[in-house]
């Protein structure tokens, strides 16, 4: 069975990059019909999606993140990463990852969509 | 992008049905059948319930239920139990590769 962890620093300080790695178990990440993506959630508050990627090293990012992320891919260790540069304390939150889904639309377009499998999260403090 | 909108509460009694809605525009939700919902329990990851707007993964019970009309979105859970209670969050495709959440829902059963 397919598992997800992530790990990582909890603690970063302001204006730092936040670093941390999924680890995929049970399960190829090089598996052609998944991305794997990055999502966190600060206290008490919603989702919010950061980001994915391919195994073959395609991005995509959230418009109002993309300036300060970047997502890599590492498939011989079957993991990949997160950077968020220039942190601040509104970066304090519980990051997830996942795997996520992707359809192709009636002309054929990949539309990526929903997260079935999800790590159980880490949370992150940005603090001096 | 907004998110989309989702009441930030819902309540129902045992065995009665809630509908939690969630909406957005026709830009992101309304464009696309990529809906998805998620049920969160408190100190835990999200678990899908719904996609593609109304299909339930394997081992989800059948009293989740996904629907949508124009720019709105709603997960109908009937015969609700205890267990039930927890966030609910929903996603969609946005166009241009991106998602958006809701704000999420936290549902009590009385």
Aim: proline letters at 5%.
């Amino acid at each position: 069975q397919l598992q997800l962890q992530e790990s990582g620093p909890r603690l970063v300080k302001p204006s730092e990059t936040l670093s941390l790695t999924c680890t995929v178990s049970g399960g190829s990440i090089s598996n052609s019909g998944y991305y794997w993506a990055w999502i966190r959630q600060p206290p008490g508050k919603g989702l919010e999606w950061i980001g994915n990627i391919y195994y073959s090293g395609t991005t995509y990012y959230n418009p109002s993140l993309k300036s300060r992320v970047t997502i890599s891919v590492d498939t011989s260790k079957n993991q990949f990463s997160l950077k968020l540069t220039s942190v601040t304390a509104a970066d304090t939150a519980v990051y997830y990852c996942a795997r996520q889904r992707f359809y192709y639309d009636s002309s054929g377009m990949r539309k990526i969509g929903d997260f079935d499998l999800w790590g159980q999260g880490t949370m992150v403090t940005v603090s001096s | 992008q907004s998110a989309l909108t989702q009441p930030p509460s819902a309540s129902g009694s045992p065995g009665q049905s809630v509908t939690i809605s969630c909406s957005g525009t026709s830009g992101d939700l309304g464009g696309y059948n990529y809906v998805s919902w998620y049920q969160q329990h408190p100190g835990k990851a999200p678990k899908l319930m719904i996609y593609e707007v109304i299909k339930r993964p394997s081992g989800v019970p059948d009293r989740f239920s996904g629907s949508k009309s124009g720019n709105t979105a709603s997960l109908t859970v009937s015969g609700l139990q205890a267990e039930d209670e927890a966030d609910y969050y929903c996603s969609s495709y946005a166009g241009s590769n991106n998602v958006l959440f809701g704000g999420g829902t936290k549902l009590t059963v009385l």
